[in-house]
Structures are given as C-alpha cells and as structure tokens.
C-alpha cells in the first residue's frame, strides 16, 4: 500500500486518526516519521480516541513509551527521539509490544527504522505550502493492518 493524503488542518489529522484508531487491529505498529511539528503526537492522540482510549494522552519523551490500556486494543505510545542507538529498544523489551496483542505508535520511527517489522504501517509526514497544510504518505502494512 501507498496512499499520499494532502492534510489541510490539524481538525483533518485528528479526523484521519480516529479513523485509523477505528480500524486499528491487535499487533498493528504504526511508524511515524517526520520533523518537529509534523502532526506526529496530534495524530497519536486521535488514534488512541479512535480506538476509545479513555486517559489523558500525552508524549513519552522522557519515559520512551507509554501504556493506555483503557480502549478497544491497548495502545503503546513510543517516543524514540532520545534513544541514541537502537540496542538500547532491546533493553526496553520493544518486541514484546511490536509482536504482542496491542497496536504500537511509534514517533521518530526512523531512528529504529531497521528494528520495525516488515508489515509495520510507515507514516511520512511532511509540512504542506501554508501553515497547517500537511502531507501524508502512508505505506507497507498488509491485509490485516490496510487502513485504507
């Protein structure tokens, strides 16, 4: 799959995102890339309402990820700016979350880029002309994980 979305307002990143929450299923990864400012934790938190996240969404930064167990699906919040060597996702027990029964948003994905599986969905987020314009390309997933 690859899909490019020209986004004209944050209210359409959060629209897209409660999308893919609703369809969302057990051991999805949901790769974000992008700059600061790209919508990456805008998205996330309207993932998890889509997928009835009840808690207060906030990003990981300091912690690296974040548990919400409250929706459908629980959701894994990672946030791998600060992981200076991909090793260090293994101290972290990353496979359990990527290969186990809850669907994992990762913002700075291509910081660990080589440690995503290969069905993992891989959102490239790129600013737009104007302000809040903003464009989206969505690709890989497979059958199970097609979101659109």
């Known amino acids: 799959m690859n899909k ?4 004209a307002s944050e209210k359409e990143t959060e629209k897209l995102g409660e999308a893919i929450g609703r369809a969302a299923v057990p051991g999805m990864v949901i790769a974000l890339i ?3 400012g790209t919508g990456k934790t805008t998205l996330t938190k309207s993932i998890a309402r889509g997928l009835g996240v009840t808690e207060t969404v906030t990003s990981p ?8 167990r409250s929706g ?3 959701l894994f919040h990672f946030d791998v700016y600060r992981i200076a060597d991909p090793e260090e996702m293994y101290e972290l027990g990353y496979e359990e979350y ?6 994992c948003v990762v913002e700075w994905a291509d910081l660990i ?3 995503l599986p290969e069905d993992a969905v891989i959102i490239r987020m790129n600013r737009g002309a104007a302000e809040e314009e ?4 969505i690709e890989g997933g497979n059958e199970d994980t097609c979101i659109f």
């Open 4 to 7: 490019t979305l020209h986004i």
């Open 34 to 36: 992008g700059d600061l």
């Open 61 to 68: 930064t300091f912690n690296i990820i974040r548990e919400y």
């Open 72 to 74: 459908r699906i629980p």
């Open 98 to 103: 990527f290969y186990g029964d809850g669907v």
């Open 113 to 115: 880029e080589e440690l």
């Open 134 to 137: 903003r464009e989206y390309t």
